[in-house]
């Protein structure tokens, strides 16, 4: 069997792009892609996108040889110009509130789509990039990490092989420190909010893990720290979900983030979850599995006390090779294993049906995130309508009134976000 290639493009190339793209794309160099019914797949970065360029040709000096070679576009049609690359597809890693343009020419364009959570804000723009999919049977699928980190995997075994039976309520909690939105994502965090950012990280494990309808969203939070007191920039957000399952029993989760956490925390973040279950409890906590390290003049802001190795880390091999390798690396490669199996795993009179198998996966593909961008739509509502002076809105899920519904204490009628069925 032959080699194959496929050429990836690079939306964005901030922080995310350096901690996943980057060393995935680098690692491809080395090893390319391989499977029985593939061959080799030789994964290549051909263009990166971006506003300016800046950070593209910074990232031209420090790259392999190998790699020096990729286009780098800017300005408006940015991703235009990554299209007119010849790449096969494209990966989004821009602020959530400009992902839906970027991913919108990419489908049109009939190139794969991976992007970065949350896929979109809010359901409208998640049915046209669906549709837009469907249409040139390309694959649209959204970066949800945490689905691989080995505990959640874990609990997902043990909630699928009905070990943990019936999920009562749950508590999941990710901090940040403040040089996320200080310094490293200063420029986009206005009007924008950490339950957006990372919240959906945990909203898709639950929608996923333990499946159920969604039914209720509330939400609180703080400002003043990030922005003015009274103004629209949040500090931290508290959401609350409800969802039934078929039984008819409830379950509520309560998510709380922060990215104002002190830089001199000993983590890199803060991330805790429990889940209840009629017969058992699952408890996991990001920093307490891991090792602790001290090292003078270096921790803990240099270097972390507290390190998450399992979500990307740079090791020296047993055999003394470098690598970076973690599951925030993994879900790319998975993604890329995926166009692979589409365009090169087996005749091209077999290529529809591949298409669908990977496009039923729902831990990833866009049509399986209605539920997730649900809630990230009714938590954006429910923060905006706080942020002008009107606090205590509720989002209910296919009532009567329509498929996303606000309710406003003191308000006879209801706000429809959205008219059809989630």
Same mark, same amino acid.
């Given at each position: 069997?032959?080699?194959?290639?496929?050429?990836?493009?690079?939306?964005?190339?901030?922080?995310?792009?350096?901690?996943?793209?980057?060393?995935?794309?680098?690692?491809?160099?080395?090893?390319?892609?391989?499977?029985?019914?593939?061959?080799?797949?030789?994964?290549?970065?051909?263009?990166?996108?971006?506003?300016?360029?800046?950070?593209?040709?910074?990232?031209?000096?420090?790259?392999?040889?190998?790699?020096?070679?990729?286009?780098?576009?800017?300005?408006?049609?940015?991703?235009?110009?990554?299209?007119?690359?010849?790449?096969?597809?494209?990966?989004?890693?821009?602020?959530?509130?400009?992902?839906?343009?970027?991913?919108?020419?990419?489908?049109?364009?009939?190139?794969?789509?991976?992007?970065?959570?949350?896929?979109?804000?809010?359901?409208?723009?998640?049915?046209?990039?669906?549709?837009?999919?469907?249409?040139?049977?390309?694959?649209?699928?959204?970066?949800?990490?945490?689905?691989?980190?080995?505990?959640?995997?874990?609990?997902?075994?043990?909630?699928?092989?009905?070990?943990?039976?019936?999920?009562?309520?749950?508590?999941?909690?990710?901090?940040?420190?403040?040089?996320?939105?200080?310094?490293?994502?200063?420029?986009?965090?206005?009007?924008?909010?950490?339950?957006?950012?990372?919240?959906?990280?945990?909203?898709?494990?639950?929608?996923?893990?333990?499946?159920?309808?969604?039914?209720?969203?509330?939400?609180?939070?703080?400002?003043?720290?990030?922005?003015?007191?009274?103004?629209?920039?949040?500090?931290?957000?508290?959401?609350?979900?409800?969802?039934?399952?078929?039984?008819?029993?409830?379950?509520?989760?309560?998510?709380?983030?922060?990215?104002?956490?002190?830089?001199?925390?000993?983590?890199?973040?803060?991330?805790?979850?429990?889940?209840?279950?009629?017969?058992?409890?699952?408890?996991?906590?990001?920093?307490?599995?891991?090792?602790?390290?001290?090292?003078?003049?270096?921790?803990?802001?240099?270097?972390?006390?507290?390190?998450?190795?399992?979500?990307?880390?740079?090791?020296?091999?047993?055999?003394? !090779?470098?690598?970076?390798?973690? =599951? $925030?690396?993994?879900?790319? *490669? +998975?993604? /890329? @294993? !995926?166009?692979?199996?589409?365009? =090169? $795993?087996?005749?091209?009179? *077999? +290529?529809? /049906? @591949?298409?669908?198998?990977?496009?039923?996966?729902?831990?990833?593909?866009?049509?399986?995130?209605?539920?997730?961008?649900?809630?990230?739509?009714?938590?954006?509502?429910?923060?905006?309508?706080?942020?002008?002076?009107?606090?205590?809105?509720?989002?209910?899920?296919?009532?009567?009134?329509?498929?996303?519904?606000?309710?406003?204490?003191?308000?006879?009628?209801?706000?429809?976000?959205?008219?059809?069925?989630?």
């Amino acid at each position: 069997m032959g080699e194959n290639r496929l050429r990836g493009g690079m939306v964005g190339v901030g922080m995310i792009f350096d901690e996943t793209y980057r060393p995935f794309f680098e690692a491809c160099v080395q090893r390319p892609l391989y499977d029985r019914h593939t061959g080799v797949v030789n994964v290549e970065l051909a263009a990166i996108a971006s506003r300016t360029g800046k950070r593209a040709e910074a990232y031209r000096g420090s790259a392999p040889d190998a790699m020096k070679g990729f286009a780098s576009t800017t300005g408006a049609d940015c991703v235009q110009g990554l299209l007119d690359q010849g790449v096969d597809f494209a990966c989004v890693a821009t602020p959530d509130d400009r992902h839906f343009d970027a991913a919108k020419t990419v489908l049109q364009a009939k190139r794969h789509l991976i992007v970065e959570k949350p896929s979109v804000l809010d359901l409208d723009q998640l049915d046209e990039l669906a549709q837009l999919a469907k249409e040139n049977n390309v694959l649209a699928k959204v970066v949800y990490h945490k689905l691989l980190d080995p505990d959640h995997k874990k609990l997902r075994t043990l909630v699928h092989d009905d070990v943990l039976q019936h999920v009562n309520n749950g508590y999941c909690t990710l901090l940040e420190p403040k040089s996320i939105s200080g310094s490293q994502f200063a420029e986009w965090i206005k009007g924008r909010n950490p339950g957006t950012y990372v919240a959906v990280h945990y909203i898709k494990l639950i929608d996923y893990t333990f499946g159920g309808r969604l039914k209720t969203v509330t939400a609180t939070g703080q400002r003043g720290l990030v922005g003015e007191a009274q103004g629209p920039t949040w500090d931290s957000v508290q959401m609350r979900m409800v969802y039934e399952y078929d039984d008819g029993r409830e379950a509520a989760f309560d998510i709380h983030t922060s990215w104002v956490t002190p830089d001199n925390f000993p983590g890199y973040v803060e991330q805790e979850v429990q889940f209840r279950f009629d017969n058992g409890v699952w408890n996991g906590h990001s920093r307490k599995r891991g090792v602790e390290c001290t090292v003078e003049g270096k921790t803990p802001f240099e270097l972390k006390q507290s390190m998450n190795n399992h979500y990307n880390g740079q090791f020296v091999e047993p055999w003394g !090779e470098r690598s970076q390798r973690g =599951y $925030g690396i993994e879900v790319i *490669e +998975r993604f /890329a @294993r !995926e166009v692979a199996h589409v365009e =090169y $795993g087996g005749p091209e009179s *077999e +290529r529809a /049906a @591949r298409l669908a198998e990977m496009q039923s996966l729902a831990y990833n593909d866009l049509s399986a995130d209605r539920q997730v961008v649900a809630a990230v739509q009714a938590l954006e509502a429910i923060l905006a309508h706080a942020a002008h002076g009107r606090p205590d809105a509720v989002v209910r899920v296919n009532t009567p009134d329509g498929g996303l519904v606000l309710y406003h204490p003191g308000q006879s009628e209801p706000e429809v976000l959205y008219h059809p069925e989630v």
